[in-house]
């Protein structure tokens, strides 16, 4: 499958009247994504651990004459399901519906043998890039089936896909969201009007990516916004018929 079809592009307005929650916000990839989104119409839900860079992204979307968004501080770290099933219920009091998830927040955790991972560190990494976006997706559904077609994103990576050695928690995590990718994907196919896809964006200049590589020149990996039609594709009405797919942005790294 050519990914997006060779012959699409986005329009001005392809999100036009979609409410997308973006996790991870504030900085890379799903900065660029609640970004992207925006200026192609879209109603953000900003959620982020770091109030000050969703206040940012607020103002510069602002600014720009798209959608008012609205944030969320939420630390993907410590929260709990009650507090999820709280959040839930406050955007059902307030929308009648959820047109997209893009699951972005993620920590890397230990760069070490397995043999050396600290244990508090896997549970962290766990929390966040498992178990939190698990718990998400299930206080969410009920919004994101109210809507006439809604899509799920799960950020991925090439670890997630073939375990590399040192790559620690962080892999063990990625295996996990392609396989949370892969049941819910089963599981709602035929019987909804949700779709949900995982995204390995590959090497790109994020601060992740610069942390996880220090000897490697920033420049040579493209910036999260050189991306986005990509991420932009999967969230619009032109991937309707995409579910259940391990999808890469670049050739895998």
Avoid at 87 to 111: I, K, M, P, V, W
Avoid at 123 to 133: I, P
Avoid at 186 to 210: D, F, I, K, Q, Y
């Amino acid at each position: 499958m050519t990914f997006p079809p060779s012959s699409w592009s986005p329009s001005v307005n392809e999100l036009a009247n979609k409410r997308i929650l973006v996790t991870g916000a504030g900085d890379g990839i799903g900065r660029a994504a609640a970004l992207a989104y925006a200026n192609a119409g879209a109603e953000l839900l900003l959620l982020g651990k770091t109030e000050a860079k969703l206040d940012r992204l607020y103002d510069e979307i602002l600014a720009s004459g798209a959608p008012t968004p609205a944030v969320i501080p939420c630390n993907l770290a410590t929260v709990t399901y009650d507090g999820l099933c709280a959040l839930a219920g406050e955007l059902a009091g307030e929308f009648e519906h959820l047109d997209g998830l893009l699951h972005n927040a993620s920590l890397l955790g230990d760069r070490k043998p397995l043999s050396q991972a600290n244990v508090g560190t896997w549970h962290e990494v766990m929390q966040v890039n498992v178990n939190a976006a698990f718990m998400l997706t299930q206080v969410l559904l009920p919004l994101l089936e109210q809507a006439p077609r809604a899509s799920i994103i799960l950020t991925s990576s090439g670890v997630g896909r073939r375990g590399k050695a040192f790559w620690g928690a962080y892999a063990v995590s990625k295996f996990a969201t392609e396989g949370l990718m892969q049941v819910l994907s089963e599981e709602l196919g035929g019987t909804s009007n949700v779709r949900v896809n995982s995204l390995n964006p590959g090497p790109v200049n994020t601060a992740m990516r610069r942390t996880a590589y220090p000897a490697e020149p920033p420049e040579t990996n493209p910036s999260p916004a050189e991306l986005m039609p990509l991420w932009l594709y999967l969230m619009s009405d032109a991937s309707k018929d995409i579910n259940g797919y391990a999808l890469d942005a670049q050739p895998s790294d």
